[in-house]
């Protein structure tokens, strides 16, 4: 039997965690979850999982400084990082800009709201 992929969810909106974990599950992945920065750095070093979906906006530590992290450890560095953001619309609100998230090595880059289904299709091209 195949591995399921693993995919790792970091995201402080528990909502949007468990509308995209079952979509996930519903494609065949198995969904790990976490709702912040220090949590999900946690898991993504204890799981290993194939793919990490993180929002930027979170308590703790937020998601720019978790993918340097891992990007930045050659253990995890392979491992390939959506990164998740409403920034685009928090800009004037918020210490985050679009930029930052340029210079983080990242893997893809999605805006939020973004639909969880669409979400899903870059999650499926990152794991090919």
Not at 5 to 27: H, K, Q
Request: charged share 30%; proline share 6%; glycine share 4%.
């Amino acid at each position: 039997m195949e591995k399921m992929p693993r995919v790792l969810v970091v995201d402080d909106d528990s909502d949007f965690v468990e509308s995209l974990r079952m979509i996930l599950e519903n494609r065949s992945y198995e969904v790990i979850t976490a709702y912040d920065g220090v949590e999900g750095l946690r898991k993504a070093k204890e799981e290993s999982p194939d793919l990490i979906i993180l929002d930027v906006m979170m308590p703790n530590k937020d998601g720019y400084a978790v993918c340097h992290e891992l990007k930045a450890d050659p253990e995890y560095s392979s491992i390939p990082i959506l990164l998740l953001t409403a920034v685009a619309s928090n800009i004037p609100t918020t210490k985050y800009t679009q930029r930052m998230g340029m210079e983080i090595e990242a893997d893809d880059y999605i805006d939020k709201p973004v639909a969880p289904s669409e979400l899903a299709k870059r999650a499926e091209a990152l794991l090919q």
